[in-house]
């Protein structure tokens, strides 16, 4: 029964790390490095006019204010917010943003970042927050407390290396690992309850519906990772 208690309270553990993964993601060590850069760009100089009321200057600034939320939004990201959720499902208008966003890409404005997933869609980040566009206006995306109150954020975030990734492959390994081990042990004690002249209805109840609940998160994690 301590066995049973002791891996009900792991699997407990093990749902609650994958909702703060959701919940709470930080940047990864590659972001965190382009915020820094663009944070640190004095006026890049751009070839294409940047003016309040046009769609590259919207679509800018509001890239800008996910960063300051440390966050790199897709472009159903940058249309719910900007536009609303009912833009953000129109495929038509969807495709308009992107090729405009293409645009700003070519002009030295953004870069697109790799895809963490391959189903997901394509992050936007600024190569700077504040611009000299080609009419040579000076255009700052964020103001000065938002620029610092960034930096401090990034000050602030647990040191990370670009090896991290490795070691958060080990510990995607030794979650498998485990979990499996408690979905064998699990219907083996589900097994061994049948076996005996009285079954236990609360040893099976419990090592049963453990043995679900192992095999949810544990096909979570697969499919996930």
Aim: glycine letters at 2%; proline letters at 3%.
């Amino acid at each position: 029964m301590v066995f049973i208690q002791s891996v009900f309270i792991f699997c407990q553990l093990t749902v609650l790390n994958e909702r703060l993964e959701v919940s709470q993601a930080r940047p990864t060590y590659i972001e965190a490095e382009f915020l820094r850069k663009a944070l640190g760009v004095d006026y890049k100089s751009i070839n294409i006019r940047l003016r309040e009321g046009e769609y590259q200057y919207d679509l800018a600034r509001m890239i800008a204010s996910f960063h300051i939320e440390l966050r790199f939004p897709d472009v159903k990201d940058i249309i719910g917010r900007l536009y609303s959720e009912e833009k953000a499902a129109d495929v038509q208008f969807v495709r308009k943003i992107q090729t405009i966003l293409k645009k700003m890409e070519k002009s030295n404005i953004i870069t697109i970042l790799p895809k963490k997933r391959p189903w997901e869609l394509q992050r936007y980040a600024l190569l700077s927050l504040k611009f000299q566009d080609v009419d040579k206006n000076l255009v700052v995306l964020a103001s000065d407390q938002q620029m610092k109150q960034t930096q401090n954020l990034l000050y602030h975030l647990p040191a990370q290396h670009p090896e991290a990734g490795a070691i958060g492959v080990r510990d995607v390994i030794v979650r498998i690992f485990l979990l499996s081990f408690v979905v064998v042990a699990s219907y083996s004690a589900v097994l061994w309850s049948l076996m005996q002249p009285v079954v236990s209805a609360a040893v099976f109840v419990v090592a049963f519906s453990l043995a679900i609940v192992s095999s949810i998160i544990l096909g979570k994690v697969l499919a996930k990772r």
